[in-house]
T-cell receptor
Framework: IQMTQSSSSLSASVGDRVTITCRAS??????LNWYQQKPGTAPKLLIY???ELHSGVPSRFSGTGSGTDFTLTISSLQPEDFATYFC?????????FGPGTKVDIK | QVQLVESGGDVVQPGRSLRLSCAAS????????MHWVRQAPGKGLEWVAGISHDGNFKNYADSVKGRFTISRDDSKSTLHLQMISLRAEDTAVYYC?????????????????????WGQGTMVSV
């Protein structure tokens, strides 16, 4: 299953509403997870099952979607949110990640 | 606390072998599937291999199938990745990850699975 993300990067300002999209090459129902990664560190789980917020993740992060199209939204971008975001499908036992979307400062 | 610590990364010549290890602590290791994910310098995340909680099911990315072997030692709460016939394109940071879904026998906590705990990574240069 191939995963694509609509943008490899986007520029935004603190306080902006940011939307990152991810598409699967086939129907993966809601077996979709989102991760955040900052330079030099391991990724962190943000959202699982397309819309479930992982423990300890701020409520400004949310996820929607089902089937092939998914969205990660940051309602009000904070300085610590500048990072790269990856989607990942867990529908197939052969896990695949999207290429990532880097959110940087406008 | 829940922790994963990888070791075994090194600089090796093409064609050589290497064995990575991941020491787990803070959770019941035998209840969880485990995976290896790698990241080449400046690149995205690539899933490498996964093993079920009971070790009965193993899956591999096409790029490593036949060359890498994932295994687990529940008595030592340790995950391994044996890598042979290494290639330049295997150069990456290798992360060990724990899944969210816990299983006892054939009964699992959820149909959904994600990687909730990651190690700090170990660098392999070929």
């Amino acid at each position: 299953i191939q995963m694509t993300q609509s943008s490899s990067s986007l520029s935004a300002s603190v306080g902006d509403r940011v939307t990152i999209t991810c598409r699967a090459s086939q129907n993966i129902r809601n077996y979709l997870n989102w991760y955040q990664q900052k330079p030099g560190t391991a990724p962190k789980l943000l959202i699982y099952a397309a819309s479930e917020l992982h423990s300890g993740v701020p409520s400004r992060f949310s996820g929607t979607g089902s089937g092939t199209d998914f969205t990660l939204t940051i309602s009000s971008l904070q300085p610590e949110d500048f990072a790269t975001y990856f989607c990942q499908q867990s529908y197939s036992s052969l896990v695949t990640f999207g290429p990532g979307t880097k959110v940087d400062i406008k | 606390q829940v922790q994963l610590v990888e070791s075994g990364g090194d600089v090796v010549q093409p064609g050589r072998s290497l064995r990575l290890s991941c020491a787990a602590s803070g959770f019941t290791f035998s209840y969880y599937g485990m995976h290896w994910v790698r990241q080449a310098p400046g690149k995205g995340l690539e899933w490498v291999a996964g093993i079920s909680h009971d070790g009965n099911f193993k899956n591999y990315a096409d790029s490593v199938k036949g060359r890498f072997t994932i295994s687990r030692d529940d008595s030592k709460s340790t995950l391994h990745l044996q890598m042979i016939s290494l290639r330049a394109e295997d150069t990456a940071v290798y992360y060990c990850t724990k899944t969210t879904r816990s299983c006892r026998g054939s009964s699992c906590s959820s149909a959904f699975d994600a990687f909730d705990i990651w190690g700090q990574g170990t660098m392999v240069s070929v």
